[in-house]
């Protein structure tokens, strides 16, 4: 009787712990989750990148339609937004020099890609830094309080989004974009 009830202990110990694992794996989460929106975030910005090179300068007034961000526009919309979201959340400043708040005006091409690349830079050095404290501390996001990692998540998919539509752009006009060749 006593080997037994020290074999019923013995999977009682088990049974607890296998049930409390996930809890303890759960709460590594955010840095997880910010380790995950890295490499999302490195995809979607390559692509962003690669593409923003490979449309030729005299295509970046161009827009679908009256009405509609044209591609230097969107490419520039992106840069302002990976400004925004650090900024208007975390509250991460963007470094001196860079006006952010103006950015879709800007047409030229050499300009546009430096912005792109710098703000895509600000974001992987903000996000990398990020603490457990900073992804899981609640702030504003659309007039909502979120967790950090929800406002990561946002800003990649607004990246996303507008990936889509530059592919779109770029097929439109003939143009492959290179990681599809």
Not at 15 to 42: C, I, K, N
Not at 93 to 111: C, L, N, Y
Not at 153 to 179: C, K, T
């Amino acid at each position: 009787m006593v080997n037994a009830h020290r074999r019923l202990s013995w999977w009682l110990v088990l049974l607890a712990v296998a049930v409390t694992a996930p809890a303890v794996r759960a709460q590594s989460a955010p840095t997880d989750y910010r380790d995950e929106f890295l490499a999302h975030f490195g995809r979607s910005s390559m692509k962003m990148t690669q593409l923003s090179a490979a449309v030729p300068e005299s295509l970046y007034t161009w827009s679908p339609g009256e009405g509609v961000m044209s591609i230097a526009q969107v490419y520039m919309h992106i840069a302002r937004y990976n400004y925004l979201y650090l900024d208007g959340s975390f509250g991460i400043e963007a470094p001196d020099g860079v006006d952010w708040q103006d950015f879709e005006s800007i047409t030229d091409k050499e300009t546009i890609v430096a912005a792109l690349r710098a703000s895509i830079a600000h974001v992987r050095k903000a996000a990398g830094a990020m603490t457990e404290d900073d992804l899981t501390r609640r702030m504003p996001l659309y007039g909502q309080e979120v967790p950090g990692w929800a406002v990561l998540f946002q800003l990649l998919s607004h990246m996303n989004e507008h990936v889509g539509q530059s592919i779109a752009y770029a097929r439109m006009n003939d143009i492959v974009p290179p990681w599809s060749r």
